[in-house]
């Protein structure tokens, strides 16, 4: 059984950085795409970032020269290092997990597109 863990989650002033992680495990298909979503009360999950398994990754323009994902295959990890937070990128931070590879596509940029999702980590950026 696939599980998705997130962690590290915390509340930081403007300016600030924080590295998110997610533990996966009971992962067993040849080829993953590996994601992170966001999402605030009232508002859709939104899509932040991809990476597939030979790191080619992909960001959403919110966040791109700010955040970046990362993996260890070997430790099973994945992480979202986040730089120079906003207020906007207060959410809760989910990772996801699909056996699909990673296309580029706008459907991949959807919760459909994932299989595999963990509970959530907040992160909270104060003005």
């Known amino acids: 059984q696939v599980q998705l863990v997130e962690s590290g989650g915390d509340s930081v002033q403007a300016g600030g950085s924080l590295r998110v992680s997610c533990s996966v495990s009971g992962y067993t298909y040849n080829t993953h795409c590996l994601a992170w979503f966001r999402q605030v009360p009232g508002k859709e999950r939104e899509w932040v970032a991809t990476?597939?398994?030979?790191?080619?990754?992909n960001y959403v323009d919110s966040v791109k020269g700010r955040f970046t994902i990362s993996q260890d295959n070997t430790k099973n990890t994945l992480w979202l290092q986040m730089n120079n937070l906003k207020p906007e990128d207060t959410a809760m931070y989910y990772c996801a997990a699909t056996a699909l590879e990673c296309s580029d596509s706008d459907y991949e940029k959807t919760t459909d597109a994932f299989g595999f999702w963990g509970h959530g980590t907040q992160v909270t950026v104060a003005s």
């Open positions: 990476i597939d398994d030979d790191d080619t990754t």
